[in-house]
C-alpha cells in the first residue's frame, strides 16, 4: 500500500504491518515503555479540566492515563497513523468506561487542527516519524493554546540503546555489519538524537522555555531468555541483522546473542538499559501591550 502525502511513506509503514505487530505484542511493549510514560506524565503537568491531545499514541497507554487525570470536564484526542492501533486503543477506553477520549487514524503533520484547542500535546515515542520535523512541531504549536504545554519522549541515539547494542556487538562477532535501510521505520526512530536538533527544530516551530533531559531505564525484554530471543527473531532487529546471512553464520550468531544476554537475566526477566530524551516546551503567550 502506498500512501500520497508529505508522510505517506510512514503512513504505509504504520497502517500496515508495524502497526498491526505492535497490537499483537501489546503487552511487550506496554512494559518496555513503562519507565519513560511516567516520566512523561509527569513532566506533562495535566491537570483536572485540560484538553489533551496525544500524539502517535500507539496502544494509548498515556492517551487513557491523560483522560483519568483530565477527569469529565477535560477531554483527550489521540491521533496515531495507524487504524489497527486506533481500534485497540477505542476498545481499551470502552473497557475502562473513559467517556472523555477519542482516536483518530490522522497524520498530525498535517492535520487540521484548530487554532489553541488543546493545554497539552503529549508524545510517547510517537513524534520522531515525519517527514518534515518543523512543519510538524508547528503544526503541534498552533494546536495549543498561548502558555500551553508541550512534553514528548525520544531515543537518544543508537550507540546509547544497551538493549540494542549487546545482541548487535555480539551478534557481529558472526556476521557482517549488516546495512541498515534509512527507509525503514526503526532508523527514523532515531531523528530526534541529537538534543541541539531537538532544540534548533522547536525553535523554529516556535517554541520557547525548551528543556531536554535525559531518562535512562532498565527495559524490559522478555520474560526470560527464551522470550527475549522469539521476539528479537521476529523484530526488526533480525530482518536488519540476519538477512543476508547463511544458515551457519545465523546459527552462531543468535547463540552469541543468548550467551552475551544471559548475565541481564533474573527471575523478574530481561532487562537492559534504554536511553530517552524527555523534551518540554511551551507555546508563547503574546505580550500585552498597554
Excluded at 124 to 149: E, I, T, Y
Aim: glycine share 8%.
Amino acid at each position: 500500500m502506498v500512501v500520497a502525502g508529505p508522510n505517506g511513506r510512514m503512513v504505509s509503514i504504520w497502517d500496515g504491518g508495524v502497526g498491526r505487530r505492535w497490537v499483537t505484542d501489546r503487552d511487550r511493549y506496554e512494559r518496555m515503555h513503562a519507565p519513560f510514560g511516567a516520566a512523561l506524565m509527569a513532566a506533562a503537568r495535566i491537570e483536572p479540566g485540560n484538553d489533551v491531545l496525544d500524539v502517535g499514541y500507539g496502544l494509548g497507554s498515556r492517551t487513557l492515563d491523560a483522560a483519568r487525570v483530565a477527569g469529565g470536564t477535560g477531554s483527550v484526542l489521540g491521533v496515531d497513523l495507524s487504524g489497527a492501533m486506533v481500534e485497540a486503543a477505542q476498545a481499551r477506553a470502552v473497557d475502562r468506561a473513559l467517556g472523555n477520549v477519542a482516536f483518530e487514524k490522522v497524520d498530525p503533520q498535517v492535520a487540521d487542527t484548530a487554532d489553541g484547542a488543546f493545554d497539552v500535546v503529549i508524545s510517547q515515542f510517537g513524534v520522531m516519524f515525519f517527514s518534515d520535523l518543523a512543519a510538524a512541531f508547528a503544526n503541534l504549536r498552533r494546536s495549543l493554546r498561548p502558555g500551553g504545554r508541550l512534553a514528548f519522549t525520544c531515543w537518544q541515539g543508537l550507540l546509547q540503546q544497551q538493549c540494542f547494542m549487546v545482541p548487535l556487538t555480539a551478534a557481529l562477532e558472526h556476521v557482517p555489519v549488516p546495512e541498515f535501510d534509512a527507509n525503514n521505520w526503526s532508523h527514523a526512530a532515531f531523528s530526534l538524537a541529537d538534543p541541539s536538533v531537538i532544540k534548533a527544530t522547536l525553535l523554529e516551530a516556535g517554541f520557547e522555555a525548551i528543556e531536554v533531559q535525559p531518562v535512562v531505564a532498565a527495559q524490559f525484554q522478555g520474560s526470560d531468555l527464551s522470550d527475549m530471543l522469539t521476539y528479537l527473531k521476529r523484530s526488526e532487529f533480525a530482518e536488519s541483522v540476519f538477512s543476508r546471512v547463511d544458515a551457519s553464520e545465523a546459527i552462531a550468531g543468535w547463540n552469541a546473542i543468548a550467551s552475551a544476554v544471559a548475565p541481564y537475566a533474573s527471575e523478574g526477566g530481561v532487562f537492559l538499559d534504554a536511553a530517552a530524551w524527555l523534551v518540554t516546551a511551551k507555546r508563547p503567550t503574546p505580550e500585552v501591550t498597554s
